[in-house]
């Protein structure tokens, strides 16, 4: 489904006040799906990050260190609608505070309405190339 389509239905079933703050909500995503046979992966969900060599483990300060949740190969998503800055190359590693350990302390969980907690989400560009 593209923008338009959303947007068109917005206004075709809500209030147009309603419509128009619903559709300035919508951005460019990727549904991830498994990769059929012999189709090269374009995301792995878990495992061993590929960290570049020398880098450090994320954390996040006062807290430890942040969980790896998934790998995405920049190249492989369709650009489209994507900011012109977006990498066209290399690989995003994502890490989230999972609450593990001492971070059982209710402020674990990453808000974007609470900046203290933006720490407890990173993501890491690997350019292309890069020894890891």
Do not use: N
Not at 67 to 89: E, I, N, T
Not at 96 to 106: A, E, L, N, T
Request: glycine share 12%; net charge negative; proline share 10%.
């Amino acid at each position: 489904m593209t923008d338009e389509r959303y947007s068109r239905l917005a206004a075709e079933h809500l209030p147009a006040d309603l419509a128009e703050r619903w559709t300035a909500l919508l951005r460019p995503c990727v549904r991830l799906r498994r990769a059929a046979d012999g189709e090269q992966a374009v995301a792995t969900l878990g495992g061993e990050p590929e960290l570049p060599t020398g880098a450090v483990w994320p954390e996040w300060p006062g807290h430890g260190p942040l969980s790896f949740v998934a790998s995405v190969r920049c190249s492989a998503l369709p650009h489209a609608g994507l900011p012109a800055a977006f990498p066209q190359d290399g690989t995003l590693l994502f890490f989230y505070c999972d609450g593990h350990d001492d971070m059982d302390d209710g402020g674990s969980s990453g808000s974007l309405d609470a900046p203290e907690t933006w720490g407890g989400a990173q993501v890491l560009y690997v350019p292309e190339g890069t020894p890891v």
